[in-house]
């Protein structure tokens, strides 16, 4: 599943494309035909993101809703747009260009109210410029439930996934299994600036690089990493590799139904 950067990323990708433009809108697949109906001859005034949710504001104040979810994909080029193939759900187009979306987990319109709902049951999100810490410091700091798990939720702090869970926390030296409650709020200060600095940085590059400059391949003198989600990490799919700063072997686990990796000498706070 992407992480917030990427989410951020598609809004001002949008709004590059297709903001302020009339939009034709429709739904190949059928499955989101209504809704196409509906948006189709607006123009697109706004986009938003918050955490791993894409808003696409209309001239009507309605919000266009996408959760990618594990499956959904984007695709663009400039028209005319092919005929569609596979499951398009929705198919956006101006004068200029196309967007594809295929096989999201949410696609569906939502009035101001709902959209302002929505923000609610989100926590803070780091990319955000109206994000505040202190809502998830809120639920973190009397917390029972682990640290790596309360990161991945989304009511606690939006739009980290995997790999930011695991790079953040490997970066500020704090075992992923201690509970919230057990965290000292300095230690989630720093987390939180590392997740701002970082995702920041993601949406800026495209990718996931967390290695601090003395870390890199160039200043250590080995590899690049080879890894399909590109990027230069500490932990994140290193498991039974040497950890970078220490050489102890990373290690790995599941938590909560997600992989979790993590260097048991340098996080041991
Ligand atoms: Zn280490």
């Keep these: 599943m992407p992480e917030g950067h990427t ?9 590059r494309m297709f903001g302020g433009d009339v939009v034709r809108a429709e739904s190949p697949q059928g499955r989101f035909a209504g809704g196409a109906l509906r948006i189709d001859g ?8 918050h955490g791993k949710h894409l808003l696409l504001g209309f001239d009507d104040d309605r919000w266009l809703h996408i959760h990618l979810g594990i499956y959904g994909t984007y695709t663009f080029g400039p028209v005319p747009a092919p005929v569609p193939t596979g499951v398009v759900r929705l198919r956006l187009s101006d004068a200029e260009e196309y967007a594809d ?17 929505l923000h609610a049951r ?7 410029a109206d994000a505040d810490p202190e809502l998830a410091w809120r639920r973190i700091g009397r ?26 926390l490997f970066r500020q030296g704090v075992d992923p299994s201690l509970p919230g409650r057990a965290l000292s709020r300095e230690r989630w200060e ?9 995702m920041a940085d993601g ?3 495209g990718r996931i690089d967390t290695v601090r400059p003395e870390h890199t391949p160039e200043a250590m003198g ?13 932990v994140y799919r290193r498991s039974g590799m040497p950890c970078l700063v220490c050489g102890t072997e990373v290690a790995t686990g599941v938590l909560s139904g997600r992989n979790l990796f993590w260097c048991p000498r340098c996080q041991a706070v």
Excluded: F
């Design 7 to 15: 989410i951020h990323r598609l809004a001002a990708l949008h709004r």
């Design 42 to 49: 607006r123009v697109l005034q706004e986009t938003d993101a």
């Design 101 to 117: 979306l295929r096989g999201p987990a949410t696609c569906e319109l939502l009035d101001p109210a709902e959209k302002k709902a």
């Design 122 to 128: 989100l926590g803070p999100d780091p990319l955000r």
């Design 143 to 168: 917390s029972r439930t682990s640290i790596g798990v309360l990161l991945m939720d989304q009511s606690v702090v939006a739009g980290v996934g995997n790999i930011y869970r695991a790079e953040a």
């Design 190 to 198: 720093g987390i939180w600036a590392d997740l701002v600095l970082l």
């Design 203 to 205: 949406v800026r590059v």
């Design 222 to 234: 080995r590899p690049p990493r080879v890894d399909g989600h590109g990027g230069e990490v500490y």
